[in-house]
């Protein structure tokens, strides 16, 4: 069975991060292992304090865990500070870890800033290049390439500098879109889209689940543009049956 590592916070909802990666490895056949990096306090309509895990909670659930299992792949959420960014690039490089995914997660559905300034220079620098792919929304990509993105041919541009930044895959999710979800993948010489219609409303952790999904994919073999379209198929699902269980955004549901 193929085993897949999570790196990122913890959320009480359920909804995103560490627990909707372990949610979308099960539905997938993965078997899920995490490393929690920081815990929220958040429901779907407030998000209220982030408590970053002190570096050496981090580095111990990484040697602890990774010398007994080998995940065939990993990918990192949210981070929050530079300390706990600075363990995990350390331990992705003496761990091997090759099929390695980045969400580039910077500021939270509720507009949380989840990663301090100092903390996103150095994702940008120092884990980008370890990346086999990066899994950025529209204002992530922005903030990253410093490109504004205003329609789809913007995108193109955005994605360039992305991979120009040394991963080996450059996704840029076009959920903020106001006609069509537009989801493009560049591997360095193809452009590959997925496009589908947009569903109105409110809705947590697609990003999680997107990239989770996405790594999923490549740990079964699949290539590059079969798993984007895969991925895609995926989140929409569990879009189109999404809860309504609080009083804020709703909640995807994974089957």
Do not use: W
């Not at 301090?116 to 929304?137: C, G, Y």
């Not at 360095?188 to 999680?208: M, R």
């Not at 895609?232 to 909640?251: E, P």
Request: charged share 25%; glycine share 8%.
């Amino acid at each position: 069975m193929k085993i897949a590592l999570t790196i990122g916070a913890s959320d009480p909802t359920s909804g995103a991060g560490i627990q909707m990666d372990l949610k979308v490895f099960h539905s997938l056949k993965i078997y899920g292992i995490s490393i929690i990096t920081a815990v929220t306090a958040q429901s779907t309509s407030e998000f209220f304090l982030t408590y970053p895990m002190p570096v050496e909670v981090i580095e111990a659930q990484f040697e602890t865990l990774l010398r007994d299992m080998k995940p065939d792949g990993a990918k990192t959420g949210m981070f929050y500070s530079k300390e706990a960014l600075l363990c995990v690039i350390e331990k992705i490089k003496k761990f091997n870890i090759k099929k390695f995914v980045v969400d580039p997660v910077i500021i939270s559905t509720l507009g949380a800033k989840l990663i301090e300034d100092e903390a996103l220079k150095i994702l940008k620098e120092q884990l980008i290049p370890l990346s086999m792919a990066v899994t950025a929304n529209i204002p992530e990509a922005e903030t990253i390439t410093g490109v504004k993105i205003e329609k789809v041919d913007d995108v193109y541009q955005a994605l360039k500098k992305l991979y120009e930044m040394g991963t080996s895959l450059a996704i840029v999710k076009g959920g903020h879109f106001k006609e069509k979800t537009v989801d493009i993948l560049y591997d360095g010489e193809n452009f590959y889209k997925a496009e589908d219609e947009k569903y109105c409303g409110e809705f947590h952790g697609t990003g999680c689940a997107f990239s989770s999904a996405f790594l999923s994919f490549l740990c079964l073999g699949y290539e590059p543009d079969e798993a984007l379209m895969n991925t895609k198929n995926f989140v929409k699902n569990a879009i189109k049956n999404a809860l309504k269980l609080g009083h804020g955004m709703r909640l995807l549901k994974i089957d």
